[in-house]
């Protein structure tokens, strides 16, 4: 009977010397903080972002777990506040996830953007390249500064951002354009084969991103 009783107690000896251990508390403990915070803080910016947006039903979810997992990490802070190792990862879980939040959301390039394109120059390629793409514009006759100028107004998706630059860089390179978020766009003539808004399409384009570096 003695035996057994020793046996039993055996395992639960040797886990709590393990986490009494230095490499527990020196090494694994803060890089659990750290993953945890970084998480946690991953899961805020995404949620302030959504909530930007006007994504609002995603938001209440990110919340519930940044909270959960922020709970977890803070509790261990609590329990080993003797170790200045737990604070250094707390706060470099923290610079972590507001890079790799900030991350995750260009690659996902929610919403619309306003483009405006101003140019004194021959914008009749420019013209045909966008249209080209299936992109809808809005052409005006303007006076600048220095004369008669063309400005062309679109807008299209944050994913498509980066093809109507290289066309204005391609075509005119001259050409004065701002960007603007759009808050809400009814209707509208945008890239064909481009839907906005699936979530599996937003994942593609994450894990892209990760295997092209």
Known sequence: MLKIQ??????????????????????????????????????????????SKGLRHVVPVLGFFEVLIWLISIRQIMQHLDNVMCYVSFAGGFSMGTYVGLKIESRLALGVQVIRIITNQESGELIQALQKENIGITVINGQ????????IFTIAHR??????????????????YSIEDVRAANQGVFRKGEEDGKTMDYVRRIFNYSSQK
């Open 6 to 51: 020793l046996l039993t107690l055996r395992p639960m000896t040797l886990d709590s010397s393990f986490f009494d251990s230095d490499l527990f508390r020196w090494v694994l403990m803060p890089l659990l903080i750290f993953l945890a915070r970084m998480c946690d803080v991953t899961l805020g910016t995404l949620r302030n972002v959504f909530i």
């Open 144 to 151: 600048g500064a220095k004369g008669p100028v063309k400005i």
């Open 159 to 176: 994913k498509d951002i980066e093809i109507i630059r290289e066309l204005i860089n391609m075509h005119n390179p001259q050409a004065f």
